[in-house]
């Protein structure tokens, strides 16, 4: 089993639709988790960051974190065109250099 | 500030040639990082370095060296291309030991052929 799974897509929505993008893990020592939004031939870039379970909003975009069942979730509401890019869940254990990432989940939103 | 800065953007090897991919940034942090990111994968860390002077491998390190002797420069050196190494690769930095506030660059396009 792979320590982060995460569907790759592609997933194409209309725009201002509700988009759910989700990744599920099986190290239960992981206790930060992040998304990372990477548009085409860019470098990834840091959208939101959670510490251990619960919610966090921000702006158009909110994180779920639930370690009873080892899965994250984004939401972005009123998706627009400019939130087509990939997005990357990352996931680390506390004191650990490494993060481990998704494969991405390749996101366009249509107008 | 310019950020995290890589050179070159791209670049086609032959098998068995060498090369070294560039990264400085100009945020004074500690914490460098490279990545590879092969096409519908995720980034796999090769090696990091906790400050001037010190590196570790990460993940998938075979067939990379790196070297940290400034605050600024992380270079990785490739020795020996192979195709395996075809890869997208980023350098990332961080001011701490916080993960979440790695600021990537905008990666190295390379072809073993």
């Known amino acids: 089993q792979k320590e982060v799974e995460q569907d790759p897509g592609p997933l194409s929505v209309p725009e201002g639709a509700i988009v759910s993008l989700n990744c599920t893990y099986s190290?239960?020592?992981?206790?930060?988790f992040m998304w990372y939004r990477q548009y085409s031939r860019k470098g990834p870039e840091l959208l939101m960051y959670?510490?251990?379970?619960g919610n966090k909003e921000d702006g158009r975009f909110t994180a779920q974190v639930d370690k009873s069942s080892k899965y994250i979730s984004l939401f972005i509401r009123d998706s627009q065109p400019s939130d087509s890019a990939t997005y990357l869940c990352?996931?680390?254990?506390?004191?650990?250099?490494?993060?481990?990432f998704g494969k991405g989940t390749k996101l366009t939103v249509n107008p | 500030n310019a950020g995290v800065t890589q050179t070159p953007k791209f670049r086609i090897l032959k098998i068995g040639q060498s090369m070294t991919l560039q990264c400085t940034q100009d945020m004074n942090h500690n914490y460098m990082y490279w990545y590879r990111q092969d096409p519908g994968m995720g980034l796999k860390l090769i090696y990091y370095?906790?400050?001037?002077?010190?590196?570790d491998k990460g993940e998938v390190p075979n067939g990379y060296n790196v070297s940290r002797s400034t605050t600024e420069d992380f270079p990785l050196r490739l020795e020996l291309a192979a195709p395996s190494q075809t890869s997208v690769y980023f350098c990332?930095?961080?001011?701490?030991?916080?993960?979440?506030?790695?600021?990537f660059g905008p990666g190295t396009r390379l072809t073993v052929t």
């Open positions: 370095s906790v400050g001037a002077g010190i590196t």
């Open positions: 990332a930095s961080s001011p701490r030991r916080q993960l979440y506030e790695q600021y």
């Open positions: 190290n239960s020592a992981f206790q930060y």
């Open positions: 990352a996931m680390s254990q506390g004191g650990s250099e490494k993060l481990v």
């Open positions: 959670t510490y251990s379970s």
